[in-house]
């Protein structure tokens, strides 16, 4: 497919700011599967800025905002072609996993506070692993099964929450899913990074109709080579998916994320549209 992406976000505060300092995570990348043909940020009011990867290789506009204003406007919009999903299953064993790349895959390992497992699933995963199945094996059984016990439900948690939480309430949004997905992998040795991005709900739309589309978040898990899947949906991420960032979890992929001086409190809008064009 051939995919337009425009996406607008930003803060409405309840006075006058004098000053805002803000980083922008909201421009697809060229990968695996995903080819991007044009992408551009506007701010408004017009800010000083400035682009540069970060130590995750996302592409990022760091921008500031001297003149006194009461709203913040950031308008991402990209045109990516995206490819179908790969379909060979990974045959790394345990002994090989053990031995990847630590340069690569070791920060993937890490259990931060927002994907730690509660102490059962942790055990669900460990148990797989004991019964002698094989890293993909196990990693596929354990995305279904996050799939299968947390339904996703809007509004069940927020930004902050950690994936205990949604475990335990077996509710949450995909970010929640995702991080249990991460911890669980991570629990038992297998390199998994967080992954935001777009996705085109309407599997299949016509060409020329807008969307309304959504940020959404699925992983990677790591078996001589990346392998993505979305467990909210219980798929591989396929010619409706756009990555742009990657990272350990959510706190390292904030679309928007910034300070500012002058109102007491600020309100964040989110809007964003898929258009097919091919």
Do not use: K
Request: aromatic residues 8%.
């Amino acid at each position: 497919m051939q995919l337009r992406i425009d996406h607008v976000t930003g803060f409405e505060y309840d006075g006058l700011v004098s000053a805002s300092y803000n980083e922008a995570r909201m421009t697809p990348q060229s990968a695996a599967r995903q080819t991007v043909t044009h992408a551009g940020v506007e701010v408004s009011p017009h800010p000083w800025a400035q682009s540069y990867r970060d130590y995750w290789g996302t592409l990022v506009t760091a921008f500031e905002v001297l003149a006194p204003h009461r709203e913040l406007t950031v308008t991402a919009t990209s045109m990516v072609r995206t490819e179908p999903p790969a379909t060979a299953l990974p045959t790394t064993t345990w002994a090989e996993l053990a031995d990847a790349p630590g340069a690569d895959v070791a920060e993937f390992l890490t259990l931060t506070d927002r994907v730690r497992p509660p102490a059962d699933l942790a055990d669900l995963a460990t148990g797989l692993v004991a019964d002698g199945a094989a890293p993909h094996e196990v990693a596929t059984e354990l995305l279904r099964l996050v799939h299968d016990e947390v339904t996703y439900l809007p509004g069940a948690t927020d930004v902050h929450a950690e994936a205990a939480t949604a475990w335990r309430q077996r509710s949450g949004v995909c970010q929640d899913i995702a991080h249990l997905a991460l911890g669980a992998l991570r629990a038992v040795g297998i390199p998994s990074r967080y992954v935001s991005g777009y996705l085109l709900p309407n599997p299949d739309p016509l060409v020329g109709e807008e969307t309304h589309g959504e940020s959404h978040a699925w992983l990677e898990w790591w078996a001589d080579g990346w392998h993505a899947f979305d467990p909210t949906n219980d798929l591989v991420p396929g010619e409706r998916h756009v990555m742009v960032a990657a990272g350990r979890d959510y706190a390292d992929v904030r679309p928007l994320s910034g300070i500012y001086t002058g109102a007491a409190t600020s309100r964040m809008f989110v809007d964003v549209r898929i258009t097919r064009l091919g």
